[in-house]
């Protein structure tokens, strides 16, 4: 029967929210007590403190139970400790395992309830990882017990990836050959996790120990070793090792190797794509922080270091394209593929973390991506935009900025036009970089594509600042409170709809839609809907946020854990905790949304583009096409717009395009505008009479007569030297000659 005097007192004591620290529960722990006593007082409480906590989740006191769990989390426990805790509590392992997942289906719990799970997984990891544990298990696996053997079995199995510093000197020494043939079994056993660790160590072992790994490693099916065996075989000098080669290859092939054309480099570059793909196999330690880089060092043998999971595939895929090169160095896929993984490495690489495949003093992966060169440029680009990386596309296009002049830029690599597609790539920012590239080269000769980029220039200028959302909802009252907190973070949101055909046309019409939010109960129905959606070109790389049932929230998490532009949240998730969730989303899938300062930038650099095409009188990309909306824009003088655009090098533009419109536009800005501003802007009128003549409206040459017999000096000269430009007909500069000298008679 629990102690129902002390729970009470501890339900009173969470709720005021300072649970008593776990010594003084207990009334002991006095200064000067004994270590041991003391430690053991304190695991005593934990282990009261961890029942408790499965307690108050059962009996649903979410509110206790968070108090209880969360004092469990800031006594810092050891992880080792707190599995030992929860083994040999009374309450079972079982128990914990089964509270906990209900737990983590609470919103309110789900934080303190997943830091417990992944406290207790992280203690027994690291007990199974410990060298001394490992150590003893190779011992138990030589012994002469089929128990003892078969309890090293599973220690060493656990400790996976981690054993193999140790298993390998086992492996390898002759002197005894019964643990040999344990670990060689027991490797085979391990599968994918003994691969790289032994393919890392092969090429600096002596021929005798490279033909037993060879041999393990020909009993591992898996095609991860080949390129390895492959390079040995090929660069071996020992007939024993290339025969144990072709042995495990033919193995692992399922048949003969002779005649094959397939080469080491060419399977490196295999591999690294897969490692690039971050294909789920590849990782020994799915769901955890770290992974293992494997090095070998004939001193002290195999070398592993902790890397963090996001970047691990990118150093694994570098690695394997390295030796790909050194085996074939004129090898522009496996260049292209080198830069693009680097590139993904920077992007994903937490700020100030130091990463142990990539050293701070080495240069920043842009030096080497335009180092390469445009083709790899172009072909990073066009994996970037089949990936639907926004990220990478951007830097992709970066690089092919700074180093691709002409036709090149739009002439791609063989049949692919990269720059081309990346107009029409679903995210504002990588359009607006690849018109603005090419722009900068001033095509002379059309190409396919080229009506694309001036009005991608145009609505760099005009859209950039907006943020559009989208929801799909079962419900009035689901789409009004997603709409709320979209809104409060500065979206635009379409239309209700509770299906994507039903915001088929609004998402037609928007310029882009930076985030989606799907909120449904049916969590069979969500991977077709997701389908659907990435096969809508305006949705293909738009991050999506799900907001599903607490049945089929976990669910859901697994299916799209890897994927950077999907989130799963429960649909009883609070407003605040929904809002944030959407900015990390936002944030990790596209750089997050485009800043009111970037916006000013984008603006700035399109409009100086469409100037200068305009000067240029490029025919190509014509100015002319963007008239309507740089007058839309020109006309705007809402604070927002007047902040992002500079509405006077609008006007510059419009003034070198011959259509009576566009002269209209810039007279009808100087007529709002006043002071040194209308100033400004009769200059342009006047820059463009200059250039086409006068293509005014009657009333306005009137309003202009009228400004040039202001009082104002600065206008009225202005205003004289517009009416100058547009060459008016003498009655009209008699009339202005004469009303200007009757005002100077009157005067007198």
């Known amino acids: 029967m629990r102690n129902l005097s002390l729970n009470l007192v501890r339900m009173m004591v969470v709720a005021a929210g300072s649970l008593i620290a776990a010594p003084a529960v207990l009334g002991q722990g006095t200064t000067g007590s004994d270590p041991n006593s003391d430690a053991r007082r304190a695991e005593l409480a934990w282990s009261e403190q961890i029942s408790d906590f499965l307690h108050f989740v059962r009996i649903a006191r979410f509110d206790v139970a968070t108090g209880v769990g969360q004092e469990l989390i800031r006594a810092d426990i050891d992880p080792r400790t707190f599995a030992d805790l929860v083994e040999k509590s009374k309450d079972g392992v079982g128990r914990f395992l089964e509270t906990t997942a209900r737990a983590m289906r609470v919103p ?215 030796r790909a090169l050194r085996l074939r160095s004129d090898n522009p896929e496996a260049v292209s593929l080198w830069v693009a993984a680097n590139f993904s490495r920077e992007i994903r690489q937490p700020r100030g973390y130091e990463n142990p495949a990539y050293p701070a003093e080495r240069r920043e992966a842009m030096y080497y991506a335009v180092a390469a060169g445009p083709s790899v440029s172009q072909r990073v680009l066009g994996r970037a935009i089949d990936d639907r990386d926004t990220q990478l596309s951007r830097r992709a296009i970066a690089a092919i900025d700074r180093t691709t002049g002409g036709a090149a830029l739009w002439a791609g690599d063989g049949t692919r036009r990269p720059l081309l597609e990346a107009l029409t790539y679903p995210n504002r920012r990588v359009q607006y970089e690849a018109a603005l590239a090419i722009a900068s080269a001033h095509p002379s000769e059309a190409f396919a594509g080229s009506d694309r980029v001036v009005p991608v220039l145009t609505g760099a200028i005009r859209e950039a600042t907006l943020k559009i959302a989208a929801a799909i909802t079962p419900d009035t009252e689901t789409y009004q409170r997603i709409r709320r907190v979209l809104e409060s973070d500065g979206y635009s949101v379409l239309p209700m709809s509770s299906s994507l055909d039903g915001l088929s046309v609004p998402i037609a019409e928007s310029p882009a839609v930076d985030v989606l939010v799907v909120a449904s109960m049916n969590t069979a ?224």
Do not use: C
């Open 108 to 322: 309110e719990l789900e934080a303190t309830a997943g830091s417990l799970l992944r406290l207790y997984e992280e203690g027994k990891l690291r007990r199974a990882r410990d060298p001394e544990q490992v150590a003893e298990a190779i011992t138990l696996l030589g012994g002469n017990t089929r128990r003892g053997q078969d309890l090293a079995r599973q220690r060493l199995m656990a400790a996976g990836e981690y054993a193999m510093p140790q298993l390998l000197p086992a492996l390898t020494d002759s002197k005894n050959p019964a643990l040999q043939a344990q670990v060689a079994t027991l490797l085979v056993e391990m599968g994918r996790q003994a691969i790289i660790p032994l393919t890392t160590a092969l090429p600096s072992l002596p021929a005798d120990q490279q033909e037993r790994v060879v041999n393990a490693l020909g009993q591992i099916p898996y095609r991860t070793s080949l390129p390895f065996l492959f390079d040995v075989r090929d660069t071996t000098t020992s007939a024993e090792v290339r025969r144990a080669a072709d042995r495990a290859i033919a193995s692992i092939e399922g048949g003969s190797s002779a005649g094959s054309t397939t080469t080491a480099a060419d399977l490196y570059v295999r591999l690294a794509e897969n490692y690039y793909d971050r294909k789920s196999e590849l990782t020994s330690f799915p769901g955890e922080d770290h992974q293992l880089l494997w090095s070998f060092d004939p001193g002290l043998g195999l070398v592993m270091t902790p890397i963090i999971s996001g970047v691990y595939y990118d150093a694994m895929a570098m690695r394997m394209t390295e």
């Open 525 to 748: 129905s969500m991977p077709e809907m997701i389908q659907a959606v990435r096969v809508n070109p305006k949705l293909s790389a738009a991050p999506v946020l799900i907001l599903t049932s607490v049945d089929g929230y976990m669910e859901l998490r697994r299916r799209y854990d890897r994927d950077t532009t999907i989130a799963v949240r429960q649909s009883s998730v609070s407003d605040q905790m929904l809002g944030l969730a959407l900015t990390e989303l936002v944030r990790s899938a596209s750089g997050g949304p485009i800043t009111p300062d970037e916006a000013m930038v984008y603006s700035s650099r399109a409009v100086s583009a469409l100037r200068d095409l305009a000067v240029s009188g490029n025919n190509v990309l014509s100015v002319s096409d963007s008239a309507g909306s740089l007058i839309g824009v020109l006309l705007d003088t809402s604070r927002a717009s007047s902040a992002a655009v500079n509405r006077l090098d609008v006007a510059e533009v419009l003034s070198r395009v011959n259509q009576p419109r566009a002269q209209q536009a810039v007279m009808d800005a100087a007529l709002n505008a006043a002071g040194p501003e209308r100033v400004a802007f009769l200059s342009k009128v006047s820059d463009s009479a200059k250039r086409h003549g006068n293509l005014l409206t009657r009333v306005q040459v009137e309003r202009l007569v009228e400004l040039a017999r202001a009082n104002d000096r600065s206008e009225a000269t202005a205003a004289a030297a517009v009416l100058g430009a547009l060459n008016l007909p003498n009655a009209d500069l008699a009339d202005l000659i004469l009303g200007d000298g009757a005002t100077r008679s009157a005067s007198r």
